[in-house]
Every structure is written in structure tokens, then in C-alpha cells.
T-cell receptor, first 113, second 112 residues
């Protein structure tokens, strides 16, 4: 089976812009979760989607949003970018839930100037 | 604050030696997982231990879980240069709005 894929791999944006990141889970996986990784805060959970519904949410402002499509592919959107949003954004998938082994994609590295 | 906290923050050992990494957490969990990350890339799952298990093995990896102390340890035996990476423990909370919470990670360097 193909692994989790994320596009784009690298992105440079300026403050105030918005960005959309994409994640394609492993075939058959219905749970998709997103994480932000920074040197200062480490790995932080953003949200989890299952069957097109947000099931769990971390402590991030409303500028961070996501959605999941009927084929389980997921997108994450960040509006009004801030310098502090520069990070590695990781997506993970699993068959059903966060309590299972998570399979991570390679990540999207976002730089906000 | 992070649910999982690993220690030490960094560990440097010689190839062939064993590496022990510890993780402590604060609230009740369903499972505890360990992941490895090489140079800012995606995480790779190593092992999952359930709250009703005390010890689990996978190849050169041995994980223990002590729910009374809210702690876990990861032992890598006979380390190799390829084990050089960052290691994270992750816990999932029980109840509604559970999320996977990672510690800040341990940087392991294995010298050839």
C-alpha cells in the first residue's frame, strides 16, 4: 500500500496570506489527524477527522481549520498567516482512531516571511 | 503543558550499547506509543503498549509501562548508528475529545 502523502512538501508565504495543505491517507484509513511541529513547542495536535467530521480538536485558534472529503483525503487551511505559524505540518492516518498506530506523512514545511 | 515528558532530552552512546529513554505523563491513558523521527521528517511508529500491559517487545525494542507511576521506558538494545534519531512518546487521553499528545522528544546519537 502507498504511504501517507502530503503536498506540497515546502511552502513559503508572507504574513497575512492563507495556505492550504493536502493529505492523502493510506487506502482504507478513515481517521486523519494533523500536527504542528516547531522547535519551541514540539509536536502539537491540531485536529482529527473521521468520516468527513471533525472528531477531536487541539488548542489552536480558529485560523486553523480543516476538512475531510468522502475519499478520506484531508486538507488543512491556515488563514491570516503569522510568523509563528512557520513549522513542519504533519498529517497521520489510521484505520479508525487516534488510539491506534498512526502512520505519518513526510510533512509540509511552511515558512512564513 | 505536554502530556508526555521524555528524559533525558539528549543521549549520546557508542554503537553496541543499550539506550534507555523515559517518558512520564499526567493523566489516564488508553495507550502509550513510541515514535522515531529522523532529521525533521515524518514520524515512524515503533511500538504501542496498552494501559493493561506492562511490557512489550519488538525486535531490539523493549517498552515498559507503569500506570501507577504514569511512566514508560523504551530500551533499545545493541544500538546502531542508524538508530540516531529523535524519539517521542505519545499518549491518548481517555474520554471525550481525546487527542494524541506528544512529548518534546529525546535526541539519541549513536557514535560508530
Amino acid at each position: 500500500k502507498a504511504g501517507v502523502t502530503q503536498t506540497p512538501r515546502y511552502l513559503i508565504k508572507t504574513r497575512g496570506q492563507q495556505v492550504t495543505l493536502s493529505c492523502s491517507p493510506i487506502s482504507g484509513h478513515r481517521s486523519v489527524s494533523w500536527y504542528q511541529q516547531t522547535p519551541g513547542q514540539g509536536l502539537q495536535f491540531l485536529f482529527e477527522y473521521f468520516s468527513e467530521t471533525q472528531r477531536n480538536k487541539g488548542n489552536f485558534p480558529g485560523r486553523f481549520s480543516g476538512r475531510q472529503f468522502s475519499n478520506s483525503r484531508s486538507e488543512m487551511n491556515v488563514s491570516t498567516l503569522e510568523l509563528g505559524d512557520s513549522a513542519l505540518y504533519l498529517c497521520a492516518s489510521s484505520p479508525r482512531a487516534l488510539q491506534e498506530t498512526q502512520y505519518f506523512g513526510p510533512g509540509t514545511r511552511l515558512l512564513v516571511l | 503543558s505536554q502530556q508526555g515528558e521524555e528524559d533525558p532530552q539528549a543521549l549520546s552512546i557508542q554503537e553496541g550499547e543499550n539506550a534507555t529513554m523515559n517518558c512520564s505523563y499526567k493523566t489516564s491513558i488508553n495507550n502509550l506509543q513510541w515514535y522515531r523521527q529522523n532529521s525533521g521528517r515524518g514520524l515512524v511508529h515503533l511500538i504501542l503498549i496498552r494501559s493493561n500491559e506492562r511490557e512489550k517487545h519488538s525486535g531490539r525494542l523493549r517498552v515498559t509501562l507503569d500506570t501507577s507511576k504514569k511512566s514508560s521506558s523504551l530500551l533499545i538494545t545493541a544500538s546502531r548508528a542508524a538508530d540516531t534519531a529523535s524519539y517521542f512518546c505519545a499518549t491518548d487521553g481517555s474520554g471525550a475529545n481525546s487527542k494524541l499528545t506528544f512529548g518534546k522528544g529525546i535526541t539519541l546519537s549513536v557514535r560508530p
